[in-house]
């Protein structure tokens, strides 16, 4: 994305279509084109409406992935100007198998209130991938009907895949070493 | 011989009833939510468990049946047990690691697994693999499905009875191993697809093996649809059972041959075409019933047409390097080490720091023998992705169970699971 | 009880020796296929490396059944109780192979997710390494407990020692 010299950067005019018309209905979504991909950044409050609106306007009608991402030690964030960094990011690909098309959709989710609405109303394949997200990165997904962990035991605290969650790694020992690894 | 694909031409066996005897009941067809809580059992109907150790599970998985007598009522599937936490560990390996990790996710298909992750690390560094490496890659690919629908025609026959399918399967992924062990040093879990190209060339007599190879396997093949796809208890037990529509299949996510038995032709490889997809001939296998039979033709059929991708990869491979020269990537070769102080570092900061990928995020799927394997990948600038997610078909496709199941027997239920084919690493990861 | 409590004399012999030999020569593993070395361990099974000359064909898929159980694969925090469990239903004598790095030390996996080795569940016999170990190298190891069971050092060992023999010291309360 290239800005006039010293002007602050106008947002990015979508090469998209599909984008183009997310935009259009969405004005506080900003368009980013990652590596020829069409990416959306939208509101939080407007996530579920613009799935509902991808499937049911826009012919996407299957999700392919929910997944969210935690920011907390990024060198370099890569964030698009327009668009507000928060700790977390939710991510959704959208695939449109008649026009041949995919969409990637971010949110930001403050580490706050780690919480955003659930898709599963709109495309109930989102089900499995949404509580694998609470399971592993503690965001809750409003509206889904089975809001538990999934890959972790019941009684688990604590969310793994966030950064301050330690590998929990076990020192190495080797016959013959002084002291562990 | 191999018969001409014809979905409506096997034709269904009427479903014989004693008078007397209880009906099937009709399956409803209602809008699906996989998952929802679990009310305790209502009067005469029974809970059972089936699984996580049970050997038609396919692996670590734990189906949660409501059962009237022996009619399955509702069926929920609970994952978890092999979770390995390989997403946290991808974030502690370097780019140059990543796919030993990434390889042990969908273990009966390690080469997909490997290509997924190489090329979304590919897109956020825009690097270009030379052609005879994409070649490769493609045929490997392709080999890599060939063992997994084979490994799929033995666990299938043997859940469903066919204990013989067993050893037919795995003899001939046997050789098919053979020759990945050849080419890659490895029978699983290869490590070969890497960053940049591929780890090794290609050995000498690969052409003749890799030939004699594929005569088996399409001679074993023709073997299995001899002794499966006419034979009237075969049919009995999957025409008709774990129905699914298209529809459903859009709702819930699900890709692969499962989609395609439902009568959408819908293949990554013949609709968003990565590597060299575009330049071979082959055919996408669909089918329209969407049933258990339909799922076990589509895979025993795709068997063949890897082998022709694989044939024609043979005649038409490229010469050229196997792994890009940009040695910010890929090492060096190990003689360079002594002569060159430029190699020497290479290899040094390549093996400890590993190469660092520009700040960004990108979503790269390919077809795996389950569906659209995805890779998320987001960087930050550093040696060491923030979030390596790797979107398993298996763990979407196991949402497919619960409709399938509904309605039918438990017998049933073993049948429709083993043609879901899930394999439970890339489920849990 | 059983073989083991009959006192050790050259009368017993001839009989000690006929039981470990069938021991040796049935033993039935149970599937415990857990992830790629399960796939292996179906590979060790099948036609072209064959477990079946060694007596072992069956897999039995009940516990009760079974002898020897082939910990295949990575166990996860959520599967350890599972495999405790299954562990206990087994009758003795049974034993425990641990096939691959995952199951023997948690292999490449170091993490919050995956048991540091299956011996800090159920006591081991054999570790066999690999990841996954190929069919020659799972046999190498079922050879090597086939041995084992034919001296009858095992029994006589975990007959004799508080812990099963396999060096698992359980810490009670007041020690």
């Known amino acids: 994305m290239s800005d006039d010299a010293g002007a602050p950067a106008a947002p990015p005019v979508p090469s998209d279509e599909v984008a183009a018309a997310v935009l259009e209905r969405f004005p506080e979504a900003v368009f980013a084109d990652s590596h020829g991909q069409a990416v959306v950044y939208v509101a939080r409050s407007a996530w579920a409406e613009v799935a509902g609106f991808l499937r049911d306007e826009q012919g996407f009608s299957m999700c392919v992935d929910v997944t969210a991402v935690d920011h907390l030690l990024d060198g370099v964030r ?5 668009v507000s960094p928060e700790r977390f990011e939710v991510v959704a690909n959208f695939l449109a198998p008649a026009r041949n098309r995919r969409i990637r959709a971010i949110c930001e989710v403050p580490e706050g209130e780690a919480s955003a609405s659930s898709l599963t109303p709109v495309y109930p394949g989102a089900n499995f991938a949404e509580r694998e997200v609470f399971d592993l990165l503690g965001i809750v997904f409003e509206g889904h009907p089975d809001m538990t962990r999934i890959l972790m035991p019941d009684e688990w605290e604590g969310h793994p895949l966030r950064k301050d969650y330690a590998p929990a790694r076990v020192p190495v020992t080797f016959k013959g070493d002084p002291a562990p690894r | 011989m191999i018969r001409d694909l014809d979905p409506a031409g096997v034709g269904r066996l009427e479903r014989q009833t ?24 209502l009067g005469d109907t029974m809970i059972v468990n089936m699984g996580p150790q049970h050997p038609s599970t396919h692996g670590v ?69 030379p052609q005879r490496a994409v070649w490769i890659r493609m045929m490997m690919a392709e080999l890599n499905r060939m063992s997994s629908h084979l490994l799929f025609q033995a666990s299938n026959g043997m859940d469903l009875g066919a204990v013989s399918m067993m050893l037919y399967g795995w003899r001939e992924r046997e050789e098919v191993l053979r020759l990945l062990e050849m080419i890659t040093g490895l ?9 940049g190209g591929v780890a090794a060339d290609l050995p000498d007599g690969w052409q003749e093996a890799t030939l004699a190879a594929m005569d088996l396997v399409e001679k074993g093949v023709a073997e299995y649809d001899a002794l499966l796809t006419e034979n009237p208890i075969w049919l009995e037990r999957t025409v008709g059972v774990g129905l699914i529509t298209v529809e459903e299949c859009l709702a819930l996510s699900i890709t692969g041959p499962v989609l395609r038995s439902t009568g959408f032709a819908w293949d990554l490889r013949k609709a968003q075409p990565y590597l060299a997809y575009d330049d071979v001939d082959f055919d996408v296998i669909y089918t329209e019933n969407g049933d258990v039979f339909d799922r076990y033709r589509i895979r025993l059929y795709e068997i063949l047409e890897s082998a022709k991708i694989v044939r024609q990869c043979v005649e038409r491979m490229p010469a050229g390097d196997y792994r890009t020269q940009d040695h910010k990537v890929t090492p060096p ?78 017998a049933d239920a073993v ?6 084919d899930p394999i439970m690493g890339e489920v849990d990861r | 009880m059983g073989l083991e409590s009959i006192p050790h004399n050259f009368l017993t012999g001839r009989l000690e020796d006929v039981v470990r030999w069938a021991r040796r020569n049935s033993v039935f593993p149970a599937t415990f296929g857990l992830a790629c070395c399960a796939i292996e361990m179906m590979a060790t099974g099948a036609a072209h490396y064959d477990l079946a000359r060694f007596g072992m064909e069956v897999f039995r898929a009940s516990p009760r059944q079974a002898d020897l159980m082939i910990v295949a694969g990575r166990v996860s925090q959520k599967m350890a109780p599972v495999l405790r469990q299954v562990y206990d239903q087994m009758v003795e004598p049974k034993w425990v192979i641990s ?26 016999d ?49 020690s």
């Open chain 1, 78 to 82: 890569h964030s698009p100007s327009g």
């Open chain 2, 18 to 41: 004693d008078e007397g005897a209880q009906e099937l009941r009709a399956r409803s067809r209602e809008a699906v939510l996989p998952g929802g809580p679990w009310p305790e059992g």
């Open chain 2, 61 to 129: 998985l734990r189906i949660m049946m409501e059962l009237d007598s022996e009619e399955v009522l509702r069926a929920k599937a609970v994952v978890g047990y092999l979770h390995t936490g390989m997403e946290k560990t991808a974030e502690e390996l370097s780019y140059v690691q990543g796919c030993t990790n990434v390889t042990r996710m969908d273990y009966a298909s390690p080469l997909s697994n490997e290509l997924v992750y190489s090329m979304a690390v590919e897109r956020l560094l825009d690097l270009e693999v």
């Open chain 2, 187 to 195: 029978r699983m879990n290869h490590n070969y697809i890497r960053v």
């Open chain 2, 333 to 410: 070769p190990r003689e360079r080490i002594n002569e060159s102080m430029e190699a020497l570092i290479h290899h040094f900061k390549l093996f400890t720091e590993g190469f660092r990928v520009p700040a960004g995020e990108t979503y790269v799927a390919v077809e795996s023998p389950r569906g659209e394997i995805g890779c998320q990948l987001f960087s930050d600038g550093s040696a060491r992705p923030v979030r390596m997610h790797i979107r398993g078909p298996s763990f979407y496709n196991l949402q497919a169970m619960g409709p399938m199941v509904r309605g039918g027997l438990v």
């Open chain 2, 415 to 420: 049948a429709i699971v083993s043609s879901i």
């Open chain 3, 99 to 124: 096939m691959g790095v995952c199951a023997s030390s948690g292999g490449m996996f170091n993490n919050y997710a995956i048991v540091q080795g299956v011996d800090q569940i159920v006591p081991v």
């Open chain 3, 126 to 174: 054999v570790y066999v390494p690999g990841c996954p170990p190929g069919p020659e190298t799972l046999l190498h190891g079922i050879i090597t407990l086939h041995e084992q069971i034919r001296t009858g050092d095992l029994m006589r060992r975990r007959a004799t020692s508080p812990s099963g023999g396999a060096g698992i010291h359980l810490e009670t309360a007041h």
